[in-house]
């Protein structure tokens, strides 16, 4: 059996996650691939038994550019399941990354979700404040990864062979004050709120292209032929990634110049 985490990441958070489920999986012999969703980034799923899909909570709903994604993929009917991060608001998340895989016919499996604290950067405490104390993912969320690769095999490997129609019966989740944050907080709107315009110090830069190379999933960065970054706002998605995780804090905006960093995951890029 072969699993692919498939997941979109700004700050390494749910990169995280996805890497404790697929220890999950492994520890019960269930071969994993980790796969991050970048602009432009293609993948074969026809080798995979099962996909596991995961995004972090953006305004109570799954990023655009990822539902965007899972509706162009050719996930190929296969059995899937949906996990999430969020701040301890995901709302709608995990009903978007099923609703969004609903053509491909595959049936969802089950669905997840872990905690933490939000990587918004103009919500950490402030640069000199001497007690920041940034925790983690939950540690209850990450104990239970175990437990739900178990669930998904079993149910996997209960499937009743005609069972790969997924349930029509879906709940229209909605209400107003969802519509508006929607709409309003989750395109470019997001960015400009959350994040703000991206200016470079150029004193601080020492040009080392991560942010246009591994950070943004976005495409939204490029190196100029000085070695200094160029935003493309129109395509940024307000993830977070280049202003938390800029190695020499060389990003800001003004939302975030006087804020700590948010870059506990970067490992996880
Ligand atoms: C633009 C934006 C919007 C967010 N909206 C929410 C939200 O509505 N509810 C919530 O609980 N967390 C929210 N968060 C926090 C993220 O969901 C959380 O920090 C997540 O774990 C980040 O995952 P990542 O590092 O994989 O991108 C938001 C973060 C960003 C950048
Ligand atoms: S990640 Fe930071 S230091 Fe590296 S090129 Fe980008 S702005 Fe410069
Ligand atoms: S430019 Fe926008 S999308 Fe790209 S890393 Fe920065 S905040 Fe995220």
Known sequence: ???????????????????????????????????????????????????????????????????????????????LFVFCTSGGMPGNTLW??????????????????????????????????????????????????QKFATTIITRFENLPSNSMKQNKNWIPSFSI???????????????????????VDKSKCNHCRLCASKICPSGAITMKKNNIPRFNEFLCVGCNGCVNLCPEDAIWTYQTRNHLQYNLYKNYL
């Open 177 to 199: 004050g969802i519509i508006f944050w929607s709409l309003f907080f989750t395109w470019r709107w997001q960015m400009l709120f959350t994040v703000g315009i991206k200016r």
């Open 1 to 79: 059996m072969k699993v692919a985490l498939l997941y979109f990441t700004g700050t390494g958070v749910t990169a995280k996650y996805a890497s404790e489920l697929g220890k999950g999986f492994e520890n019960a012999k269930v071969s994993v691939d980790l796969l991050r969703i970048k602009e432009g980034k293609k993948f074969n799923f026809s080798i995979y038994d099962i996909i596991g899909i995961g995004a972090p909570a953006y305004s109570f709903r799954a990023p655009r550019i990822v539902t965007k994604f899972l509706r162009k993929a050719n996930l190929e009917k296969k059995p």
């Open 96 to 145: 978007n990354l099923s609703k969004a895989t609903r053509k491909t016919g595959g049936i969802c499996l089950g669905y997840t979700s872990a905690s933490g604290i939000t990587n918004l950067r103009s919500w950490m405490p402030p640069k000199n404040d001497s007690r920041s104390n940034l925790s983690g993912l939950n540690d209850y969320d990450l104990s239970n990864t």
